[in-house]
């Protein structure tokens, strides 16, 4: 038996009117300026990379905003109620949704993306954070967020418990026998009886099997206990790449950790979210670059958001030409506390003044996929062959720039052999070349030679 070639996976990420660095995206002629309210504008970007045959799209989410946010997360649609909508609208297309295991339980969010299963027909998947806004403590009753510890401890026993809610039944647990009246089996009725250190969950959950066995787990965390959790549970894995060095560092250190834990590495899926730029010459897809990034520059702005991975902490009340104020890091600690560093550290070993380090957030910084549309397919294959990657999100930001990438590189990703020409299933698993969880009763009982086969 021959192993299937390799082959590059693609996702789509919207934000709308724009996201984190795109305060004036929305300016864009082409973009509704409800965007990322609009449900019509979601399923046209959806059907776009469908018919692309893209792998994915993804919804990225939190749950704190205050007037600085940027203009998507401000007002923008709940994902499992917009991919609800995706589902029927799409045929071939996984759908992912952002959901947050420090304020939900484990019960609904399993029941939301089971009934996604079904809706979708085995398309679902569910990118795991633990959120880094310490401010959504205060609009789910809490005096404060999580410490890290107990945020990744009790996303790792959250998603724990989905997946053994999702095992309740067994595939053939609905006879619906009308000539024997039996509409349940109830030996393929499992309760879960979970009773955990976060949490007690009785089960079974009342939503049956989908074709794909369980959802997809993405997982986006770059702190050591981000890495584990992602090592442990994620088959995708949402993450930033600058550089092909920093991804190929990244992709190895998440595989060794996930075989360290005896997970067999292909069936993790490293797709970086990256920025396209795509011109008629590479000198002009620069200027492109250039003039979209400046034209989203905004001092301002940039020094607001600064605050965000310092839970919000306002800079503004700073001198600006003093240096950056390293004693912020104390509000990151249950916030983007990764990011936090990453910024103090950088303001420390260059000497930067507060106003330099809001400077450099905000200043344009060349995307590695950027070019001519050969250039920039030549750059996705050299990181893939590299095993920097193994796909890309790729972010869908001014319309016309996004139909260039799908119209120009993703055919040639074709031509060469990298990308797919026709959906192989029309299951997200079976799209990412992922393997179907067995459902555990029905492996039990295949284990003890109790199935008749
Ligand atoms: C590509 C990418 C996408 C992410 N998307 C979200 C998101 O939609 N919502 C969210 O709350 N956090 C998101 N995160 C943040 C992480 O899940 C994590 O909470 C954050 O990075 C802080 O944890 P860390 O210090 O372990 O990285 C994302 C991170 C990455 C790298």
């Known amino acids: 038996m021959s192993t299937p070639k390799r082959q590059l996976k693609l996702g789509a990420v919207t934000m709308g009117v724009g996201g984190p660095g795109a305060h004036y995206q929305w300016l864009d002629q082409e973009i509704p300026g409800?965007?990322?309210?609009?449900?019509?504008?979601?399923?046209?970007?959806?059907?776009?990379?469908?018919?692309?045959?893209?792998?994915?799209?993804?919804?990225?989410?939190?749950?704190?905003?205050?007037a600085d946010s940027p203009p998507h997360y401000l007002n923008r649609l709940e994902p499992m109620t917009l991919l609800s909508a995706l589902a029927v609208s799409t045929t071939h297309l996984?759908?992912?949704?952002?959901?947050?295991?420090?304020?939900?339980?484990?019960?609904?969010?399993?029941?939301?993306?089971?009934?996604?299963?079904?809706?979708?027909g085995g398309r679902s998947g569910w990118n795991v954070v633990t959120s880094g806004d310490a401010g959504a403590a205060a609009n789910f009753s809490r005096q404060e967020h999580f410490d890290y510890d107990t945020r990744y401890a009790r996303g790792l026993e959250f998603v724990r418990v989905a997946q053994g809610l999702w095992d309740s039944y067994e595939a053939d647990a609905f006879p619906r026998?009308?000539?024997?009246?039996?509409?349940?089996?109830?030996?393929?009725?499992?309760?879960?009886?979970?009773?955990?250190?976060?949490?007690?969950?009785?089960?079974?959950?009342?939503?049956?099997?989908?074709?794909?066995?369980?959802?997809?787990?993405?997982?986006?965390?770059?702190?050591?206990?981000?890495?584990?959790?992602?090592?442990?549970?994620?088959?995708?894995?949402?993450?930033?790449?600058?550089?092909?060095?920093?991804?190929?560092?990244?992709?190895?250190?998440?595989?060794?950790?996930?075989?360290?834990?005896?997970?067999e590495p292909d069936h993790i899926v490293v797709m970086p979210g990256v920025r396209v730029f795509v011109g008629d010459t590479d000198a002009e897809a620069r200027e492109i670059e250039r003039e979209i990034q400046l034209s989203d520059?905004?001092?301002?702005?940039?020094?607001?958001?600064?605050?965000?991975?310092?839970?919000?902490?306002?800079?503004?009340?700073?001198?600006?030409?003093?240096?950056?104020?390293?004693?912020?890091?104390?509000y990151a600690e249950r916030g983007f506390r990764t990011q936090a560093e990453n910024i103090a550290r950088t303001a420390k070993d260059n000497d930067f003044s507060l106003r330099q380090t809001a400077q450099l957030i905000s200043s344009p910084k060349p995307t590695p996929f950027a070019g001519a549309p050969e250039t920039v397919a030549s750059e996705i294959q050299r990181w893939f062959d590299a095993r920097a990657l193994d796909g890309l999100n790729i972010h869908i930001g001014r319309p016309s720039q996004w139909r260039r990438f799908l119209t120009e590189v993703v055919p040639i990703l074709q031509d060469r052999g990298v990308f797919?020409?026709?959906?192989?299933?029309?299951?997200?698993?079976?799209?990412?070349?992922?393997?179907?969880?067995?459902?555990?009763?029905?492996?039990?009982?295949q284990e003890a030679g109790l199935l008749k086969i």
């Open 34 to 66: 409800d965007a990322s309210v609009n449900v019509n504008w979601y399923i046209e970007q959806a059907r776009l990379a469908e018919a692309a045959k893209f792998d994915l799209i993804f919804i990225v989410d939190s749950q704190f905003i205050t």
């Open 94 to 120: 996984g759908l992912v949704a952002t959901m947050t295991t420090s304020y939900n339980d484990p019960f609904n969010v399993a029941r939301r993306l089971a009934s996604l299963e079904l809706i979708s």
């Open 177 to 263: 026998d009308r000539a024997t009246r039996t509409f349940l089996d109830v030996s393929r009725q499992h309760a879960l009886n979970h009773n955990g250190e976060h949490f007690q969950v009785a089960g079974p959950l009342n939503v049956s099997r989908s074709p794909q066995g369980q959802p997809v787990i993405f997982q986006a965390g770059d702190s050591e206990q981000g890495r584990d959790l992602g090592a442990a549970i994620g088959e995708g894995i949402f993450t930033h790449a600058a550089s092909i060095e920093q991804g190929h560092a990244f992709y190895a250190d998440l595989k060794a950790r996930a075989i360290a834990k005896g997970r």
């Open 297 to 330: 520059q905004d001092f301002d702005r940039a020094l607001a958001e600064l605050g965000r991975p310092f839970a919000w902490h306002d800079f503004r009340q700073y001198d600006l030409d003093a240096p950056f104020p390293q004693e912020a890091l104390v």
């Open 420 to 445: 797919r020409t026709e959906y192989e299933s029309t299951t997200l698993r079976g799209n990412l070349g992922l393997p179907i969880p067995e459902n555990r009763y029905t492996k039990s009982r």
